[in-house]
């Protein structure tokens, strides 16, 4: 058993359910304070984060992850416990396995590897650990962020440990994200019997015409960089659940995964001009969870992209594809930002796994990045 599986295992034996983290923190502080890291422990609400720091000069690299995962759900669909990690067949079973326990353990082992080699190595090497990335986002990487610039701190280059790839270790780097704004409708009606119904009362009737021009708008074309921007209702809520009722309100929750061909001020103008057209007595709130960002070349991709053909034999693409993550914190105070970790395709979902031996060939992957960057 390799120092990597065996830390994976560690990590993911401990039920860190967002955004608690069951001392997968302490685990690593501990590791990194072997190896001369000054590890500082950061609570912000109920959220428990750590910077740990090697060195005082430039360039600041850093390692980006969380020890929060997401619910396992219904334990008895799974084949082993979810917390209980298990191999079979050469993969290693459990929640966590990729999302992100696995690139924890080959954050650890890949510093170890690199200082066993260059003790004097130059500028900094740092790691951002929250518990908070799974759940709100708002008292993790964040408030770690504004508390290293206050603290006048400024990150060079950030490797995230989310899994990005695809088919196989080693195929995609994601340089950017798409933003996300989420905005809450509430479509004011009035509650009748069904029999007797005043005409335009129903609120699912009347944001009927204003969801279709929602559905079929086209808000951009994308760009080189960027799919088009999505719209997506996720929630829709009416009725009192009496059949001869006609609900008083109506509420959907809808989201945009936009590009950085449309900002946020020209969607919500358009939404709202959409539902003014359509003759609604509506409350909309939103709420920004972050704006796109974008690494579309530099140092660090080169540096990530050398590492994977150096160790894997590959040539990655580069995409923006998948949901949010921490990087759109990282990146808007000028630090390039890049995504690399395994196979996103079991994460959140039952039975996630990650093959065994990829684990220390992405820790290779990581040490060999440090190696282009600082040694």
């Known amino acids: 058993m390799s120092d990597t599986l065996r830390l994976a295992i560690d990590l ?39 910077w740990a720091q090697r060195g005082n000069g430039r360039p600041l690299v850093v390692f ?58 130059r500028g900094t090497i740092g790691l951002l650990i929250t518990s908070d990335e799974e759940g709100p986002a708002v008292d993790g990487t964040v408030r770690v962020m504004e508390w290293l610039t206050a ?9 995230v440990g989310e899994p990005s790839c695809q088919e196989q ?3 995609v780097i994601k340089i950017g994200r798409r933003g996300s704004l989420n ?16 005409p335009g009362a129903n609120p699912i ?7 279709d021009a929602l559905v079929r708008t ?9 799919p088009p921007t999505s719209f997506q209702i996720s929630n829709l809520r009416a009725g009192t659940g009496a059949e001869n009722v006609t609900p008083g309100t109506l509420t959907a929750q809808f989201n945009f995964r936009f590009s950085t061909a449309v900002t946020v001020a020209e969607l919500r103008a358009r939404v709202e001009e959409i539902l003014r057209a359509s003759g609604l007595h509506y409350d909309l709130s939103w709420r920004l969870s972050g704006e796109p960002f974008l690494t579309p070349g530099g140092r660090l991709v080169d540096a990530l992209r050398q590492a994977i053909h150096d160790v894997l034999g590959a040539e990655p693409a580069l995409s923006t594809s998948g949901g949010t993550s921490d990087g759109r914190f990282i990146a808007p105070t000028g630090a390039e930002v890049a995504e690399f970790g395994p196979l996103n395709h079991s994460i959140h979902r039952i039975d996630e796994h990650i093959a065994v031996a990829d684990l220390d060939r992405l820790s290779r992957v990581y040490a060999r990045t440090l190696e282009l960057l600082l040694a």
């Open 12 to 50: 993911m034996a401990r039920p860190s359910v967002t955004p608690h983290d069951e001392g997968c923190q302490q685990l690593l502080a501990s590791r990194l304070e072997r190896l001369g890291f000054a590890v500082e422990r950061l609570r912000f609400g109920e959220v428990d984060n750590i």
């Open 64 to 121: 980006a992850g969380h020890t929060d995962v997401v619910p396992p759900g219904p334990e008895g669909q799974w084949a082993s416990s979810p917390f209980r990690p298990e191999i079979r067949d050469g993969q290693l079973y459990g929640r966590g396995a990729a999302d992100m326990k696995g690139s924890l353990a080959a954050f650890v082992t890949a510093i170890e590897q690199f200082l066993a080699h260059h003790p004097q190595h």
């Open 151 to 159: 603290s006048g701190r400024h990150i060079d280059y950030c490797v």
């Open 169 to 171: 270790l080693g195929d």
């Open 183 to 198: 905005g809450e409708l509430t479509v004011h009606g009035e509650q009748r019997h069904i029999a007797y119904p005043r």
């Open 205 to 211: 009737h009347a944001f009927a015409a204003a969801l």
């Open 218 to 226: 086209e808000w951009d074309r994308g760009n080189a960089q960027f």
